[in-house]
Nanobody
Framework: QVQLVESGGGLVQAGGSLRLSCAAS????????MGWYRQAPGKQRELVAL???????TYADSVKGRFTISRHNAKNTVYLQMNSLKPEDTAVYYC?????????WGQGTQVTVSS
């Protein structure tokens, strides 16, 4: 089992920045990748950014050049730095970990970008 705790969401004006954090605990040694997904009202959950255990990163086209995913191995924490935020980035952001074929999810953190 892997437990994920997110923090860092909030309300920001368009053009602003936020940094999300996700701390992993439990059986972290078999985590293959960690990532951030988001779900806006009435929409499906979508991948925002992913980082593998070898630090290979993947981004959704909509956030490339604006968002950066990184990891701090000693703290078992993954970050999502979000710059140049747009109203369409408004969503609940979920941390995800893939371990031995199983997906684990955090509780979600709300990000609201006002125009």
């Amino acid at each position: 089992q892997v437990q994920l705790v997110e923090s860092g969401g909030g309300l920001v004006q368009a053009g602003g920045s936020l940094r999300l954090s996700c701390a992993a605990s439990g059986n972290i040694f078999n985590i293959n990748s960690m990532g951030w997904y988001r779900q806006a009202p009435g929409k499906q959950r979508e991948l925002v950014a992913l980082i593998t255990s070898s630090s290979v990163t993947t981004y959704a086209d909509s956030v490339k050049g604006r968002f950066t995913i990184s990891r701090h191995n000693a703290k078992n924490t993954v970050y999502l730095q979000m710059n140049s935020l747009k109203p369409e980035d408004t969503a609940v952001y979920y941390c995800n970990a893939l371990s031995l074929g199983a997906h684990y999810w955090g509780q979600g953190t709300q990000v609201t970008v006002s125009s």
